[in-house]
């Protein structure tokens, strides 16, 4: 949280000096007016490399390509032994106001 030190315009917003301010990553990956069809998961999408998983700027994960290698090697073992991971049930989020994550997904891993 931050306060304004003078008057300004974001967003359309007028923000007087004194204002409280904070922020919010309310659309992340699935900002409609960065991504197309933004709710679905195209593993393909052509701006794929604008998506926040890894963090932005100068917080930017440090690990991510080995991250990303690290996926990959998996998902195409998984491939090769035709294995595949089935949502069992909803999801258990954190309770928590900044990120929306994970605490629990049900999974089966079956073959196809
Ligand atoms: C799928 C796996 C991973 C995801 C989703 C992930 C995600 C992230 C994110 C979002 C941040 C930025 C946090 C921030 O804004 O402060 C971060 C930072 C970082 N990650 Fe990862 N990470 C992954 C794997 C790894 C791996 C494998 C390593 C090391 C081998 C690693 C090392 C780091 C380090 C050292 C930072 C801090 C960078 C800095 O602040 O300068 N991460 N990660």
Excluded at 19 to 31: G, V
Excluded at 56 to 68: F, K, M, N, Q, Y
Excluded at 69 to 98: D, I, T, W, Y
Aim: with cysteine; net charge positive; hydrophobic share 40%.
């Amino acid at each position: 949280r931050r306060t304004a030190t003078a008057d300004t315009e974001l967003e359309g917003q007028q923000i007087k000096a004194g204002d409280k301010l904070a922020l919010w990553y309310l659309s992340a990956d699935r900002d409609e007016s960065v991504f197309e069809n933004a709710d679905q998961i195209i593993v393909d999408r052509a701006n794929a490399r604008r998506h926040l998983a890894f963090g932005h700027g100068i917080h930017r994960c440090v690990g991510a390509r080995l991250a990303e290698l690290q996926v990959s090697v998996l998902l195409e073992e998984m491939a090769k032994r035709r294995m595949r991971v089935n949502v069992l049930g909803e999801p258990e989020r954190v309770a928590a106001c900044f990120v929306h994550g994970y605490r629990k997904l049900p999974v089966e891993i079956s073959r196809y």
